[in-house]
């Protein structure tokens, strides 16, 4: 990097070092569904869930072997520190498994693959997909034995990322998503609620060594067939998190379209020392598009990064499925750009910038963050790519092709 480039963010108070630094160690959990459209390999039970994958391009992952070669591929191309984001469906197991027989050895491979490439690993029960999801109903359902049957299956996660947490010797994180909803208006909006709450309570009554595990609870305002009431509001789970001392994990697809979605971190954070993000980008509704590099995206870097050097732990998942285009050039467009948006939320002078708004002076403070967009983002962004030993421009899309090429033949869907 020229000393020039140095100087020119030091006029600011930036040293470009430390940014880097802090980028590199914030760990973005790579989520495994962007693979093979939320399939899983249990292969019977197709998507549903009020959650939609829509696309067909060729060549997805059907197993253990093919998700993970995928996933080779995508490692070379994104800097910083990575996580897999695995769900239940993605045990491995020649004979299938039941989701509330799940055992470690089923997820063992997968520890296996996360050593020899020094990468930790998060998990999620899945609630979705399956039989046993009533009425669109899991764990706020009225049925007893459905009930049971997910929270075994929620209690089993647990352990699975408790387990990840202590072969890696790093936390995992074990985050609950449920589709539980209503198409229609319901008469009785407290009774799921309240069962909700229950289930939840015996499930975190197993205490597990929180330096392994971190738990977290994923609201939703609705789903495709849930249109009227989710039973996992974000209320809801603000206040359950709060009680029980777990994270709440803020996907940006799952408020009204108007949301601000970054705006809600700096309010939680008041209470809270941590939590945890799907990174996504709605397109008119929860669509879960590829990260794009726009405002939404730099709004929600900007505020992890304000908040991660204030001590709060923020952490990042990704959270978007496109089947519409090369599914391993997807995961790393969207994981490039959530280390770009870091990136350039690491060079920003926030003390500066936060002095101007403390003293009043919206001037200086407008005409100075117009300013900082002309920077010479992109030579730290290169220097950095460069320290990560991966290429800092499109050249990585023409590896990618290549290895296409070499999997449709094996694949040849
Ligand atoms: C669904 C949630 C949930 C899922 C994944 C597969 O609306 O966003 O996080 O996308 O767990
Ligand atoms: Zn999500």
Same mark, same amino acid.
């Given at each position: 990097m020229k000393s020039k480039t140095r100087k020119l963010f030091a006029k600011y108070g930036v040293d470009v070092t430390k940014a880097i630094r802090t980028v590199m160690n914030l760990p973005i959990s790579l989520h495994c569904w962007q693979l093979d459209d939320?399939?899983?390999?249990?292969?019977k039970e197709s998507l549903s869930g009020g959650i939609q994958v829509t696309g067909n391009y060729?060549?997805?992952?059907?197993n253990f072997d093919e998700l993970t070669a995928d996933f080779d591929e995508v490692l070379k191309y994104i800097p910083g520190k990575k996580k897999i984001n695995l769900h239940a469906i993605y045990g491995v197991s020649k004979n299938g498994y039941q989701?509330?027989?799940?055992?470690?050895a089923l997820f063992a491979p997968w520890v296996d693959y996360a050593k020899k490439r020094n990468i930790g690993l998060d998990f999620n029960p899945t609630?979705? =997909? !399956? +039989?046993?999801?009533k009425d669109n109903l899991?764990? =706020? !359902? +009225?049925?007893s034995a459905v009930r049971d049957y997910w929270i075994r299956h929620c209690k089993q996660s647990r352990e699975i990322a408790e387990y990840f947490g202590r072969e890696l010797d790093q936390k995992s994180l074990c985050n609950i998503w449920i589709p539980d909803g209503f198409k229609d208006d319901p008469v009785d909006r407290f009774g799921p609620r309240l069962r909700l709450k229950e289930a939840l309570d015996d499930i975190y009554?197993?205490?597990?060594?929180r330096h392994y595990i971190a738990d977290s609870v994923e609201s939703k305002v609705f789903g495709i067939g849930v249109?009227?009431?989710?039973?996992?509001?974000h209320e809801f789970y603000m206040n359950y998190a709060n009680s029980q001392k777990i994270m709440c994990l803020l996907d940006m697809?799952?408020?009204?379209?108007?949301?601000?979605?970054?705006?809600?971190l700096s309010s939680l954070l008041v209470f809270q020392k941590q939590l945890a993000l799907h990174v996504s980008r709605p397109v008119r509704?929860?669509?879960?598009?590829v990260l794009k590099l726009n405002d939404d995206l730099q709004a929600i870097a900007n505020e992890i990064i304000k908040h991660t050097l204030q001590g709060k732990e923020i952490l990042i998942g990704l959270d978007y499925f496109d089947a519409s285009i090369n599914r391993v050039a997807a995961m790393i467009v969207g994981a490039r750009n959530m280390q770009k948006a870091l990136l350039i939320a690491a060079l920003m002078p926030w003390d500066q910038l936060k002095a101007y708004q403390d003293a009043g002076d919206f001037t200086r403070l407008l005409a100075l963050q117009e300013e900082l967009?002309?920077?010479?983002?992109n030579e730290v962004w290169e220097f950095y790519c460069e320290k990560e030993n991966?290429?800092?421009?499109?050249?990585w899309l023409d590896a990618v092709k290549a290895y296409e090429e070499k999997i449709m033949k094996v694949r040849g869907l």
């Amino acid at each position: 990097m020229k000393s020039k480039t140095r100087k020119l963010f030091a006029k600011y108070g930036v040293d470009v070092t430390k940014a880097i630094r802090t980028v590199m160690n914030l760990p973005i959990s790579l989520h495994c569904w962007q693979l093979d459209d939320v399939t899983g390999f249990e292969s019977k039970e197709s998507l549903s869930g009020g959650i939609q994958v829509t696309g067909n391009y060729p060549g997805k992952a059907r197993n253990f072997d093919e998700l993970t070669a995928d996933f080779d591929e995508v490692l070379k191309y994104i800097p910083g520190k990575k996580k897999i984001n695995l769900h239940a469906i993605y045990g491995v197991s020649k004979n299938g498994y039941q989701r509330d027989q799940l055992t470690p050895a089923l997820f063992a491979p997968w520890v296996d693959y996360a050593k020899k490439r020094n990468i930790g690993l998060d998990f999620n029960p899945t609630l979705f =997909s !399956s +039989p046993w999801v009533k009425d669109n109903l899991t764990l =706020s !359902s +009225p049925d007893s034995a459905v009930r049971d049957y997910w929270i075994r299956h929620c209690k089993q996660s647990r352990e699975i990322a408790e387990y990840f947490g202590r072969e890696l010797d790093q936390k995992s994180l074990c985050n609950i998503w449920i589709p539980d909803g209503f198409k229609d208006d319901p008469v009785d909006r407290f009774g799921p609620r309240l069962r909700l709450k229950e289930a939840l309570d015996d499930i975190y009554s197993v205490k597990l060594n929180r330096h392994y595990i971190a738990d977290s609870v994923e609201s939703k305002v609705f789903g495709i067939g849930v249109e009227s009431y989710t039973t996992g509001s974000h209320e809801f789970y603000m206040n359950y998190a709060n009680s029980q001392k777990i994270m709440c994990l803020l996907d940006m697809g799952h408020f009204h379209p108007t949301e601000n979605v970054a705006d809600k971190l700096s309010s939680l954070l008041v209470f809270q020392k941590q939590l945890a993000l799907h990174v996504s980008r709605p397109v008119r509704w929860d669509s879960d598009h590829v990260l794009k590099l726009n405002d939404d995206l730099q709004a929600i870097a900007n505020e992890i990064i304000k908040h991660t050097l204030q001590g709060k732990e923020i952490l990042i998942g990704l959270d978007y499925f496109d089947a519409s285009i090369n599914r391993v050039a997807a995961m790393i467009v969207g994981a490039r750009n959530m280390q770009k948006a870091l990136l350039i939320a690491a060079l920003m002078p926030w003390d500066q910038l936060k002095a101007y708004q403390d003293a009043g002076d919206f001037t200086r403070l407008l005409a100075l963050q117009e300013e900082l967009k002309m920077l010479p983002l992109n030579e730290v962004w290169e220097f950095y790519c460069e320290k990560e030993n991966v290429p800092s421009s499109i050249e990585w899309l023409d590896a990618v092709k290549a290895y296409e090429e070499k999997i449709m033949k094996v694949r040849g869907l």
